[in-house]
């Protein structure tokens, strides 16, 4: 049973920063491309950012400029490096480890972490 554990949402104020943390028990962490996800209130969820094992990233553009995704392979874990936040970055962030190549394809959600920002 493959889990993502996640940490490091709350309650912050605008212009303030987070970190959110995801480990995930898999034995090849490098196989997967990590993403972060966040889904609002009333909206769809959407992509954050992205970074595959060869440590390519993508960000939505709202967010370009003021997060940043990283990995550390040696702890199984990706980070989001939050800065700079607005009341609309508040949602529930999700962590997700995909390698759609592979037969079964992998697809791994985390149980998500709120992140409010708000004075």
């Known amino acids: 049973q493959v889990q993502l554990v996640e940490s490091g949402g709350g309650l912050v104020q605008p212009g303030g920063s987070l970190r959110l943390s995801c480990a995930i028990s898999?034995?090849?962490?490098?196989?997967?491309?990590m993403g972060w996800y966040r889904q609002a209130p009333g909206k769809q969820r959407e992509l954050v950012a992205a970074?595959?094992?060869?440590?390519?990233?993508n960000y939505a553009d709202s967010v370009k400029g003021r997060f940043t995704i990283s990995r550390v392979d040696a702890k199984n874990t990706v980070y989001l490096q939050m800065n700079s936040l607005k009341p609309e970055d508040t949602a529930v962030y999700y962590c997700?480890?995909?390698?759609?190549?592979?037969?079964?394809?992998?697809?791994?959600w985390g149980q998500g972490t709120q992140v409010t920002v708000s004075l």
């Open positions: 997700n480890a995909a390698a759609l190549y592979k037969i079964p394809p992998h697809d791994y």
């Open positions: 970074i595959n094992s060869g440590g390519s990233t």
């Open positions: 898999v034995s090849r962490f490098s196989d997967y491309t």
